[in-house]
C-alpha cells in the first residue's frame, strides 16, 4: 500500500530504498518561498538500531507496510 509522506503516522512501517524502517518522528515546514510546497521530515529506525532521516515533499509517495 502507497502513502503520502504527509499522511505518514509514528509506528508505522516503511520500505525506503529497499529498506524497512519504522517510523519514530515526524516534522512538517511549512510551504516554501521557492517551491511553494510543505515538506516533510521522517526520523525512523532501521531493523538494526540505526536512525534515518528522509526529507521528502509531502505529497511523494512512500510504500508502507
Known sequence: MKK??????????I????????????ELSEK??????????VEAENEKGEIKVIIRLTNEQVEVI
Open 4 to 13: 503520502q509522506f504527509g499522511e505518514l503516522k509514528v509506528g508505522e512501517k
Open 32 to 41: 516554501g518561498v521557492k517551491q511553494g510546497r510543505t515538506k516533510c521530515r
Open 15 to 26: 520500505k525506503v530504498f529497499g529498506e524497512l524502517l519504522e517510523v519514530k518522528k515526524i
